[in-house]
């Protein structure tokens, strides 16, 4: 499609997504914002700075349609394969549509409310208007703003102060490819009060070998001494393209922990910005990616120190094989009255193959004088001493390879706080790597 | 057992083995000393199969067979283990992960069947006795923030679960305190059998007190300059090594 027939294309699904008069007002007026941004800005162009390394032209090309349910004969049966502990509160969607038959909200303390976006706009939740579009960045970012104008569907979840979630609770959103290709666009919204806990994992899991797109955004608030440990299991189809955006503001001595597990998927681009906007937060960001065959996955983070006494800690690694591609864009910024700020940020790749290609780029613009930044990078192969020393006890050398492999993978696993989870993404590289 | 003929062995561009010939029988323990730079390690090396090393003449017969021509895995299922001077960290890979899939493969190549989870935590457990180590660090990725002598004490345990019957000991003592030192000795020692031999590899004679050898072999510039019993130990802590250069001290 020609870059106006594309902008046509994506105007009409907007009209045709949602009745009239069956959006609040703020939200209607959003989306008009949104998609007017949207035709603005078009697609990213190759060779922009943020899309340096990946050319988003296969996702651009194809007028992805609606979904039209042909996913409903789904069964719970996709829940091993999407790493979710069936015992925990969830909510399913599919192809981007809130599936009650597949949610499950038993064992949420009163108070929490975890309900579908078209749920909670219906009844007008109070909060939605309050954060919903506060924080993403729909006139500056292209995929942010086609989210924004075509969001129907997607995850709320709000916690009131002073409330400690007793269970992780599960967002799963399964892509199923149809005889059209797909596109979603969910659009979660998770909202702490002040004190409260929780741990939210969002699961991306495409079945079957067709395109499809999966545009996501989640834009999440924590009030003062929150905690928080949220994760993103992407799973996506071998010919799934996924594109996702994670907006976090924090306030003052919040706890935040951003997991952010890339298996699948085609053609991956994660954004993922933090903002310390209050003193004493702590901000760890853990994030793998794993990519093979013809596969390219772009993350980009962006941590921002905004007030004195933060920390940041950020360790990505990626393992590429095949002919992949992994690029790793690490943005730091600390404002000039975020003095004390300690922040660190590793990034490490590890290229199984002749033909696989990493870049790794540590962006750091620093307006306080009295901080700890630091910055690595690595890319590079197998250590040639472990793989020995590992053949000289008798093992085969693709076993070699495997198991270190898998512990290079391991390190940001092991650091899974929730322990089914942990223990299937574990399981999940042993057999990813067994199979070379 | 083992049988070395003429080897010699190059790196790079520089011949660091030259000539060398070495017979070692069954249930036999030979040291081998000598000075730094004499080709101790590489020699170690090369028995195990590292790569870097070429070798230019000779052979190394194991058992009958063409050593030099098998890979590290082969040798490893075969009965050889290297005992390393510097044990390489693996973040990430346990001790007991790895050494279980390890044992397993040897296991396969002699026809007997895998051991599980369970048989192999107790067989483990077994072990570590043998060179009193904790439970909790073989738990832990493997020599991750080990000192020295536990380090060394965790290549004892490999070769105790392992069962090898050429074991090739690289400077095993070097690092180590007279406490870790007994410990590492006492492991070796509870390992010799008439089947199992071991070749010894010490910079310094204080080790060979506790694992006391058969025979000592002196390795002087890339060659074996003298061999003898025990004693010749001794020899060299008073002499020290320098007294090999003189042509007189090769004749005698």
Redesign the interface.
């Known amino acids: 499609m020609e870059a106006l027939e594309r902008m046509e294309h994506y105007r009409s699904l907007f009209r045709e997504s949602y009745g009239a008069g069956a959006l609040p007002a703020w939200f209607a007026r959003l989306r008009e914002s949104a998609i007017e941004s949207f035709t603005q800005l078009g697609f990213p162009a190759p060779g922009s700075e943020d899309w340096k390394y990946t050319n988003v032209d296969p996702i651009a090309a194809v007028p992805f349609a609606h979904a039209n349910g042909e996913g409903a004969a789904l069964t719970g049966e996709i829940f091993a394969s999407a790493f979710v502990d069936v015992a925990c509160p969830r909510l399913a969607f599919v192809n981007g549509a809130y599936s009650e038959r597949l949610s499950s909200l038993n064992g949420l303390p009163a108070g929490v409310r975890v309900a579908s976006l078209r749920a909670a706009l219906g009844s007008n939740d109070a909060a939605l208007e309050t954060y919903l579009g506060r924080a993403a960045r729909y006139r500056e970012q292209p995929f942010v703003a086609l989210n924004s104008a075509l969001m129907e569907d997607g995850a709320v979840v709000l916690v009131p102060e002073g409330c400690r979630l007793p269970a992780p609770v599960y967002l799963v959103f399964v892509s199923t490819a149809e005889a059209k290709p797909v596109q979603s666009q969910p659009r979660n919204l998770l909202v702490l009060g002040a004190g409260s806990e929780a741990k939210i994992v969002e699961s991306y899991i495409g079945l079957g070998t067709g395109n499809y797109f999966t545009n996501a955004v989640t834009e999440l608030f924590a009030a003062e001494n929150a905690v928080i440990d949220h994760y993103r299991v992407q799973r996506e189809g071998d010919r799934g393209f996924h594109v996702g955006a994670l907006e976090a503001h924090l306030s003052n001595r919040c706890s935040f922990t951003a997991h952010a597990i890339t298996l699948g998927g085609l053609l991956v681009r994660n954004d993922l910005r933090v903002v310390l906007d209050g003193e004493g937060c702590e901000c760890v960001l853990n994030g793998l990616y794993l990519a093979d065959g013809d596969r390219h996955v772009d993350n980009h983070t962006d941590i921002e120190h905004a007030r004195p006494r933060t920390t940041s800690f950020e360790l990505y690694k990626g393992i590429l094989s095949g002919s992949a591609r992994g690029v790793f864009n690490g943005k730091i910024i600390v404002h000039k009255d975020a003095q004390k700020t300690d922040a660190r940020q590793t990034n490490k790749n590890l290229l199984l193959s002749d033909h696989a290609v990493a870049n790794s780029k540590p962006q750091l613009e620093i307006y306080a004088d009295d901080v700890k930044c630091s910055h690595g990078s690595t890319i590079g192969q197998l ?1 040639g ?2 793989l ?10 693709d ?1 070699a390879r495997s ?2 492999s ?3 993978a ?2 940001v696993v ?1 650091r899974v706080k929730i322990p089914a989870l942990r223990e299937r993404l574990d399981d999940y590289l042993l057999s990813r790597f067994r199979r070379k | 057992m083992l049988e070395i003929k003429n080897l010699r062995v190059k790196v790079g561009e520089r011949e660091i083995l030259r000539g060398i010939d070495l017979n070692v029988g069954a249930g036999e323990v030979h040291a081998i000393m000598g000075p730094n730079g004499s080709g101790k390690s590489t020699l170690a090396h090369v028995l195990a199969g590292r790569e870097n090393y070429q070798v230019t003449g000779g052979e190394v017969r194991y058992d009958g067979k063409d050593l030099l021509a098998m890979s590290p895995e082969e040798r490893a299922r075969a009965g050889v283990f290297l005992a390393f001077q510097y044990p390489v960290e693996i973040p990430g890979v346990s001790t007991t992960y790895f050494l279980k899939a390890a044992l397993n493969a040897v296991r396969k190549h002699r026809g007997l069947e895998e051991l599980d989870a369970m048989e192999f935590l107790t067989l483990i457990k077994e072990k570590i006795k043998l060179v009193e180590m904790d439970q909790v660090l073989i738990n832990r990725p493997l020599n991750e923030g080990f000192s020295g002598g536990e380090k060394k004490r965790n290549e004892i345990l490999q070769m105790a679960v392992l069962d090898p019957r050429l074991a090739i000991l690289d400077e095993t003592d070097s690092g180590l305190d007279i406490d870790a030192l007994r410990i590492v000795a006492g492991g070796v020692n509870a390992l010799r059998r008439a089947d199992r031999s071991m070749v010894v590899i010490t910079h310094y004679q204080r080790l060979l007190n506790y694992i006391v050898p058969d025979f000592i072999h002196v390795l002087f510039d890339g060659r074996i300059v003298k061999s003898g019993a025990k004693e010749l130990a001794l020899e060299l802590e008073s002499k020290g090594y320098d007294w090999l250069k003189s042509p007189a001290a090769a004749l005698s």
């Open positions: 250590d001493d472990a020995f020393y590992l053949r000289s006890r008798g093992l085969a050398p076993d198991l270190l898998y512990a290079f391991s390190d092991n």
